[in-house]
């Protein structure tokens, strides 16, 4: 009598155990990203999304190496995701002369992946050592 009276208990112990675990197994830790990175897009002219909302993507301040002497202009934004599924992308960026005419022919768009709270460098160099001004855009594939 005493295992048979105890034995219900216990048993739903065990099953409540089994849930919690279950329901908790499947979560994996989010990646470690830096909270104070984030810098709405609108306070850089120079990248344009399309199809992606300004609250998809968080930059940081691109870096700007100006051309010199024959070495050209070189850019390197970092965007990061702040969604939890991933953004399916592509890019292009486009150099420009002192008076905004494109120095940049036929831009090509390359493919990106903004992995779920993930952060991805893009780069570019000039092929022009006139460029002086540069933009990114970046579509939603």
């Not at 295992?3 to 048993?11: D, M, Y």
């Not at 940081?60 to 970092?78: F, H, L, W």
């Not at 036929?106 to 002086?132: C, D, H, M, Y």
């Not at 001004?133 to 579509?139: D, G, I, P, Q, T």
Request: proline share 9%.
């Amino acid at each position: 009598m005493f295992a048979t009276k105890h034995a219900f208990p216990l048993c739903g112990l065990v099953a409540a155990a089994a849930i919690a675990a279950i329901g908790t197994g499947c979560q994996q830790p989010r990646p470690v990203t830096p909270e104070a990175d984030q810098i709405p897009l609108g306070e850089f002219p120079n990248i344009t999304l399309m199809r992606i909302r300004s609250d998809e993507l968080a930059a940081e301040r691109p870096i700007v190496t100006p051309a010199a002497g024959r070495k050209p202009m070189q850019i390197s934004v970092s965007l990061r995701s702040l969604c939890e599924y991933p953004i399916m992308a592509e890019y292009r960026y486009v150099f420009y002369d002192q008076n905004m005419v494109s120095v940049t022919m036929s831009p090509t768009w390359r493919e990106v992946v903004f992995g779920p709270l993930q952060r991805q460098i893009l780069t570019a160099n000039s092929i022009s050592e006139k460029a002086t001004n540069w933009s990114l855009e970046v579509r939603r594939r």
